[in-house]
């Protein structure tokens, strides 16, 4: 099992619907949560971060954590071509390392 | 500010040639990591240096694999005799390890070509 499970994908949704991606990891020491968008050709950046049980929100976006089901989402409202991106789920034990999934790669449809 | 750079952007090299490639992290950032990422594929972790401490290698896939951190700014990643399936990009990140969490800068990154 590895220690940062994602959904295997590819996720295709149409314009304006919500994307939902889903993110299970192994380590319950596992403090802080984080979402990277990769567009194709491009490196990594953050979008979203996570540390407390619950909805995270940050204007389209939503993160979502469950501590106790080891389970983080990250949800995509009114979703735009601009989004058609891999994300990438990422986990830290607070030591500085993060973990990453292996990524979603999600295509917003005009 | 400026941001992680790595250089060169590209590489391309010959099979069994030994290569180098540079990063240079965000001014005070004390952790540096380095992470392969073959066509659609996720990252994959070589190494972490935090700080003064060891750095964590076990993500270093053989002993033609190394790097350094010196003076806890720049780092270099080497690959000797290098190899085919040595081809792929090469990202390098940064992060401040003061309070959290902690997010992770990247850089351009390297992409290797191994012919």
């Known amino acids: 099992q590895k220690e940062v499970e994602q959904n295997s994908g590819p996720l295709s949704v149409p314009e304006g619907a919500i994307a939902s991606l889903n993110c299970t990891y192994s380590?319950?020491?596992?403090?802080?949560f984080f979402w990277y968008r990769q567009y194709s050709g491009k490196s990594p950046e953050l979008i979203m971060f996570?540390?407390?049980?619950g909805d995270k929100e940050d204007g389209r976006f939503t993160a979502q954590l469950n501590k106790a089901s080891q389970y983080v989402s990250l949800l995509i409202r009114d979703s735009q071509p601009s989004d058609s991106a891999t994300y990438l789920c990422?986990?830290?034990?607070?030591?500085?390392?993060?973990?990453f999934g292996d990524g979603t790669t999600l295509t917003v449809k005009p | 500010g400026a941001g992680v750079s790595q250089s060169p952007s590209n590489k391309v090299t010959e099979k069994g040639k030994d290569v180098e490639l540079r990063c240079d992290p965000i001014?005070?950032?004390?952790?540096l990591y380095w992470y392969r990422q073959s066509l659609g594929q996720g990252l994959e972790f070589l190494i972490y240096?935090?700080?003064?401490?060891?750095?964590?290698k076990s993500g270093l896939p053989s002993d033609r694999f190394s790097a350094e951190r010196t003076g806890g700014s720049v780092s270099t990643l080497t690959i000797q005799r290098t190899q085919q399936e040595d081809s792929a990009v090469y990202l390098c990140?940064?992060?401040?390890?003061?309070?959290?969490?902690?997010?992770?800068?990247f850089g351009p990154g390297t992409r290797l070509t191994v012919l």
């Open positions: 990422a986990v830290d034990t607070n030591a500085g390392k993060s973990t």
């Open positions: 996570i540390y407390s049980n």
């Open positions: 001014s005070g950032h004390t952790a």
């Open positions: 240096f935090q700080g003064n401490s060891a750095p964590d």
């Open positions: 380590d319950r020491g596992s403090q802080s």
């Open positions: 990140a940064s992060s401040t390890l003061a309070g959290g969490p902690y997010e992770q800068f």
